[in-house]
């Protein structure tokens, strides 16, 4: 892949080109897994939406998997796990009040709260 990128075999490439390849290839697998995630617990579970969240920052946390359900239309349930301790993060849910205003809550061991987002497109 690295030869499609930048046009150098892997031996030839420095530790900043080869580190971003590796990235880009790790986003592409995920990408593919969770779509075939997703359709495999939707069949099975009746699960909406799967995505895995990467580690960010220096808060010690490591990957997770995010799962959904829409209760109704405006009203999705989602639930996160920590893959390396097997642990649960939090419970969020997201009420679509309208097109461009909804309200998010969210909790977790640490930390609780509410928002209200106010959007619109240009």
């Keep these: 892949m690295g030869v499609l990128v930048f046009g150098r075999s892997p031996d030839q490439q420095g530790s900043g080109e080869g580190d971003f390849v590796a990235a880009q290839v790790a986003a592409l697998a995920q990408s593919y897994s969770g779509a075939a995630l997703q359709q495999v617990l939707g069949n099975q579970f009746g ?67 509410i928002e209200f987002n106010w959007s619109k497109n240009y």
Excluded: A, W
Excluded at 84 to 100: A, F, K, L, N, W
Excluded at 105 to 113: A, K, L, R, T
């Design 47 to 113: 699960v909406d939406t799967v995505r895995f969240k990467s580690p960010s920052g220096d808060d010690g946390q490591g990957t997770s998997l995010e799962v959904g359900k829409y209760l109704t239309s405006n009203v999705l349930l989602q639930y996160e796990i920590d893959l390396q301790t097997g642990r649960g993060r939090g419970v969020r849910m997201e009420y679509r009040i309208s097109d461009r205003l909804k309200l998010d809550s969210h909790v977790s061991h640490d930390v609780s709260g």
